[in-house]
């Protein structure tokens, strides 16, 4: 079950591979300054995670112009989800939790996966500059997408 609105969010520090090396990529680096969603998609290079994630990229502006930043989070290593990024033309921050501690905290880890073991579950989350979660969904299914324009509604709403 996924974390509820009005939590506080859990911060994390996951690693990144940029061209020039592996980064940092940590919430609370956005609190006093930005909303921040964050995304948790399954698995790089699947039919579902690379038409959320290409469609996001392609209307990526319309998250900044509501000073948001969008955070992708999933199982594979920085690597793997380098290659895809490069490949797909993804210029979203994708981060990676290999160890799964961050699905885990966000009550978003499923424990199997069509029999490849554990990974996140597709789900969203929105956090104001306070660090406090004010939107949660989790799909039904991981075939299904998140709800972005209720997700662009409450950024609406923190501007």
Same mark, same amino acid.
């Given at each position: 079950?996924? !974390? *509820?609105?009005? $939590? #506080? +969010?859990?911060?994390?520090?996951? @690693? ?13 680096a %956005?609190?006093?300054? #930005? ?6 998609f399954? =698995? ?13 990229? +392609?209307?990526? $502006? ?8 969008? &955070?992708? &989070? $999933?199982?594979? $290593?920085?690597?793997?989800? *380098?290659?895809?990024? !490069?490949?797909?033309? !993804?210029?979203?921050? =994708?981060?990676?939790?290999? %160890?799964?501690?961050? /699905? +885990? ?18 789900a /969203?989350?929105?956090?104001? #500059? ?6 949660? *969904?989790?799909?039904?299914?991981? @075939? ?6 209720? &997700?662009? /509604?409450?950024? *609406?709403?923190?501007?």
């Amino acid at each position: 079950m996924p !974390i *509820e609105v009005g $939590s #506080k +969010a859990p911060d994390f520090t996951l @690693k990144s591979k940029k061209a020039d090396g592996p980064v940092d990529v940590q919430l609370s680096a %956005n609190f006093g300054n #930005k909303s921040t969603v964050v995304l948790f998609f399954p =698995l790089a290079f699947t039919g579902v995670c690379t038409t959320e994630f290409c469609d996001l990229t +392609a209307g990526l $502006s319309a998250y900044s112009d509501l000073n948001a930043d969008v &955070i992708g &989070i $999933s199982v594979d $290593s920085p690597f793997a989800q *380098e290659a895809w990024a !490069i490949k797909e033309g !993804i210029t979203i921050t =994708l981060a990676s939790d290999l %160890n799964k501690a961050t /699905a +885990a905290d966000y009550g978003v880890l499923l424990d199997d996966l069509g029999g490849f073991g554990s990974c996140s579950a597709r789900a /969203a989350f929105v956090i104001d #500059k306070e660090g406090t979660v004010k939107y949660s *969904e989790q799909t039904a299914t991981p @075939k299904d997408l998140p709800n972005f324009d209720a &997700i662009k /509604a409450v950024l *609406e709403g923190l501007k």
